[in-house]
């Protein structure tokens, strides 16, 4: 499982977390060492002057009655016995491991410090001058050290600051997301309008060389159909005045005339399909349809006495595709099929819930294709010769793998296990 985020927006929050949180922790440890230890310890430094000066007596240690008497009005400083101490609240009082060991440096010998929090914060320490008392500092001013508002406080600031982050980045990041989607547009064969130039130096330079790529390939697309149409235009004209020429022949040509005019046919089916590749129905809107309807239709066109189509419509839901376009992908399946194998065809459509797409495959009997020749068949110009023959121009699953990719989808060419070929087209159940 993947912990760290792949995407730049994702690593730019977590590396502003991570040092607001090392910041965060500094600061935190500095105020302890540089404000709040020196507080402390100028603290005790204080309170073990004043247990000094109660016992003053350093060769025997008594106490002076009028000393602690005064000590006790002017500072509320009061030394108990042992028992006397339990009875005014040393029994609950929490143990100082490391206050009582400072204490036992600054007055020079083993000192023991207890800390009780009721009304009033109390102090109380075991003096080493006169080990079988207790006394007891009331700190007014002074409450057991409590860094929870502290760290609420940093927490806050860094929440504050990483919301701050992500929408400084998510801004940042809204230009790639932009480009993102209109280079998938241009990838399926659309062209956006030229995108916004804003944002970073960075990111405006990669949008200008965006903009210039996909001016320059639309420019490109343009040419090519011009230039196909020139080319399909100039090729038809001769080919019609050949086939007026062959009307005139005498009837002893009559088997010249019918080779020429199949030849006609299939440098005008060849034509066709030179301008269905180009064109791939690009500029059709997408609509909601239901396939089972569309191959419905189709295959009730493509019927015909010799062989028998089969479909096997499943429960799906519609889908986004351009008609005419997915129209012409079932009409070459089946044709293909038909002409590749001798037996009945059959087509199925269903719906894949992982993938979140539905599919239609048409399956047939034929001889099928070499698993190493599957792949190169969806190249341009390119036929099954050794499985399934060399008619055509070798652009019909070339046409029909452009336009499920324009679809976003997925074309599978797989032989069955029984015989035959099976092509399963998949079709996302709503276009990104």
Known sequence: MRILPRSAFGQTILLIGILLLINQAITLGSIMVYILQPNS???????????????????????????????????????????????????????????????????????????????????????????????????????????????????????????????????????????????????????????????????????????????????????????????????????????????MMSKEDEFLKEGIEGDIDDMNTIIDQFIDYIRHDSKDTMELIDLNVLIGEVVQAESNIDRIITFEAGNIPKVPVRYVAIKRVVSNLIQNALRYSDEDITLTSGIDTASQSVYFAVCDSGPGIPETDIDRLFQPFTQGDKARGTEGSGLGLAIIKRIVDTHSGKIVLSNREQGGLSAKVSLPLQQP
Do not use: C
């Open 41 to 247: 310890d100028q603290i005790e430094q204080l309170l073990a002057k004043q247990i000094r000066v109660i016992f003053i007596e350093v060769d025997e240690p008594v106490l002076s009655a009028s000393m602690v008497k005064a000590f006790q009005q002017e500072t509320g400083i009061n030394v108990y016995t042992e028992q006397d101490a339990m009875e005014q609240g040393l029994r609950g009082a929490i143990y100082k491991e490391i206050a009582s060991r400072n204490m036992s440096n600054l007055l020079g010998g083993p000192a023991e410090v207890r800390f009780t929090q009721e009304d009033d914060f109390l102090y109380w320490v075991r003096p080493p001058q006169a080990p079988e008392y207790w006394v007891k500092i009331p700190l007014n001013s002074l409450e057991e050290a409590n860094y929870t508002p502290l760290v609420i406080v940093l927490m806050i600031l860094g929440g504050l600051s990483v919301i701050g982050g992500w929408l400084v980045v998510r801004q940042l990041n809204r230009p790639l997301k932009a480009l993102q989607s209109a280079a998938h547009q241009v990838g399926r064969g659309a062209f956006p309008e030229p995108l916004n130039e804003h944002g970073t130096t960075e990111i405006v330079a990669v949008t200008q060389a965006f903009n210039h790529m996909s001016k320059g390939i639309k420019q490109l697309e343009e040419d090519r159909n011009l230039l196909m149409a020139g080319i399909s235009h100039d090729l038809r004209t001769p080919l019609t005045r050949i086939r007026l020429a062959t009307e």
